[in-house]
């Protein structure tokens, strides 16, 4: 085991998986993913990353779903989700508090507007 | 119709007053040979004493007696013989006594002697009469009755009417929110299917800019990063704006006072006015209008864009006046009259705002398609032309209307006009 920070990317598209572990890696962090939210939920669970990146509207299971399953979770509780949107951001913020995400991001966003999202939330979340 | 028909001579109760007991036992015998009810008085005061007793509805009244004559006796009881027909009896009618008794409301003279004959028929003629007057009073108390339930009827119709009216009204409201509802819809599917790939580009372009050889200043592949960056960017306002146009589908109604709308739009405004310097913005405001009921957010935005469209208008500055007054409305046109989609009728007060400036106008040709989705003259870098769509969605939205007045060369107006809140009411 590194000390590498370890994000699960659970994404649909299979293009946006790739870039973002691309922009992920370059920038030194660890990147699993999961295709759909189902997925998803088992990855966070027996990956145990630090960081979850949930795009929101996607097939089988909608973003909003799995997050709120991830916080009902005490095993995945902890982990800060940052939630990514195609719609506006005014429906994340309607949600928020009971998704009680740590960012959401709008699509499309630069990779240095994630990197500089990470990078707080590992200073107000993962330091100790 | 028969007279025999229209009265029953059993139904007429007279007094009959006089101090001769040969004259009493005349009236006796023949009124009652008549078929009529009798009494009768020997004086004035028997006759008062019988009246407070009995309403009567023929009095036989002799002028002359001793102690109250007959005119005292009208005189002691008038409210009593309110409805009596009364008719004086005297030997020596003057016309001193004549005119006293006519005011006393007196129906007919009979002068003694007379014949049993004369006797009759004038009782008769009477009774007749006031049977009349009693069938139109009751007529006439009918037909009052009756046009008040034509009143009430008519109130009814009227109430159903506006019912009716307001039904319409909400119903285009709702057929526009849900024309809205859809094309919300479809928004938000292109700008998640189109916001991912835009997001996938980004990304790449990002990777791009890591992996290419870095030269400073202004190269090919720095600018080529850039355009397609700021298309990305472009594309993106596009959904944007679509989506926030799809979301007017909602208000949230407050009595506003309009004229502090306008105030907090002006200060929306103020830092890009203060670029412009050779723009000057004047205020024609109409103190203590009466209130509206809006979005105070929506209306803002819809006087913003149009604020930010004069200063566009007029690149080489100008003037720009917004106006507020309320308005009767005397002619039918820009919203005005019956047809269905005119929210305002014929003699209401609306209450109007104005934006005019000095710019450059709008042609003819174009004067049409202002307020279509996506119409501009402005070019990609300034305006997608969702502008004045969105804002004719949020005055339809709020019944109201939006029209523009330009000349080319002149200037533009963009007037708006909105329903007065009604009196009272929490916030309808």
């Not at chain 1, 800060?80 to 508090?97: R, S």
């Not at chain 2, 129906?107 to 006031?130: G, H, Q, T």
């Amino acid at each position: 085991m590194t000390d590498k920070i370890k994000i699960l990317v659970i994404d649909d598209e299979p293009s946006i998986v790739d870039a973002l572990r691309e922009r992920l890696e370059f920038y030194g962090y660890e990147v699993v993913s999961a295709n759909d939210g189902l997925e998803g939920l088992k990855k966070a669970e027996s990956e145990s990353p630090d960081i979850i990146i949930l795009d929101i509207i996607m097939p089988k299971m909608h973003g909003f779903e799995v997050c709120k399953r991830l916080k009902e979770k005490p095993s995945t509780k902890h982990i800060p989700v940052i939630l990514i949107t195609g719609a506006g951001i005014e429906d994340i913020a309607k949600n928020e508090p009971a998704l009680q995400a740590a960012a959401c991001l709008a699509k499309p966003y630069e990779a240095r507007k994630l990197s500089e999202t990470i990078h707080d939330i590992v200073e107000k979340y993962l330091k100790k | 119709m028969c007279p025999d028909q229209m009265f029953s001579v059993k139904d007429v109760s007279i007094l009959a007053v006089d101090d001769e007991t040969e004259v009493r036992n005349l009236y006796d015998t023949i009124l009652t040979e008549e078929g009529y009810r009798v009494t009768t008085a020997s004086c004035g005061e028997e006759a008062v004493e019988r009246i407070k007793q009995e309403k009567f509805n023929l009095l036989l009244l002799d002028l002359k007696m001793p102690g109250m004559s007959g005119t005292d006796v009208l005189k002691a009881v008038p409210d009593r013989l309110e409805g009596t027909s009364v008719i004086i009896v005297t030997a020596y009618p003057s016309l001193e006594s004549s005119i006293e008794a006519i005011k006393s409301g007196v129906c007919d003279y009979v002068i003694k002697p007379f014949s049993p004959k004369e006797l009759r028929n004038i009782v008769r003629m009477v009774a007749e009469k006031a049977k009349l007057i009693e069938e139109n009073k009751k007529k006439e108390r009918e037909l009052a009755v009756a046009t008040a339930a034509a009143e009430a009827q008519k109130l009814k119709a009227r109430e159903l009417e506006d019912a009716n009216e307001k039904l319409r009204e909400t119903q285009n409201m709702l057929i526009q929110a849900e024309k809205m509802r859809a094309l919300g819809q479809l928004a938000s599917g292109v700008a998640h299917e189109v916001r991912n790939p835009l997001a996938i580009i980004i990304l790449g372009i990002n990777y791009l800019e890591e992996k290419l050889p870095k030269k400073k200043g202004r190269n090919p592949i720095n600018d080529t990063l850039k355009i397609i960056k700021d298309s990305v960017k472009r594309a993106d306002k596009i959904i944007r704006m679509l989506y926030d146009f799809s979301r007017v589908t909602e208000l949230d109604l407050k009595k506003e006072d309009i004229n502090s709308v306008i105030n907090t739009s002006l200060a929306l405004v103020k830092n890009k006015l203060k670029l412009e310097k050779n723009i000057k913005v004047s205020k024609e405001i109409k103190i203590g209008l009466p209130k509206v009921l809006v979005d105070k957010n929506k209306i803002e935005q819809v006087f913003v864009n149009a604020l930010l469209n004069a200063v566009q208008a007029m690149p080489n500055g100008g003037q720009i006046i917004i106006r507020s007054y309320d308005k009767l409305l005397t002619e039918p046109g820009n919203g005005a009259g019956n047809r269905k989609n005119d929210n305002f009728k014929v003699g209401e007060t609306a209450l109007i705002v104005e934006i005019e400036d000095t710019g450059i106008g709008i042609s003819r040709e174009n004067m049409s398609k202002i307020f279509d989705p996506f119409f501009t003259t402005k070019g990609p870098q300034k305006g997608i032309g969702l502008g004045l769509s969105v804002s004719k969605n949020i005055i339809d939205l709020h019944r109201g209307f939006i029209y523009a007045e330009s000349e080319e060369g002149k200037g533009t107006k963009i007037i708006i006009k909105l329903k007065i809140a009604k009196e009272g009411g929490a916030n309808g």
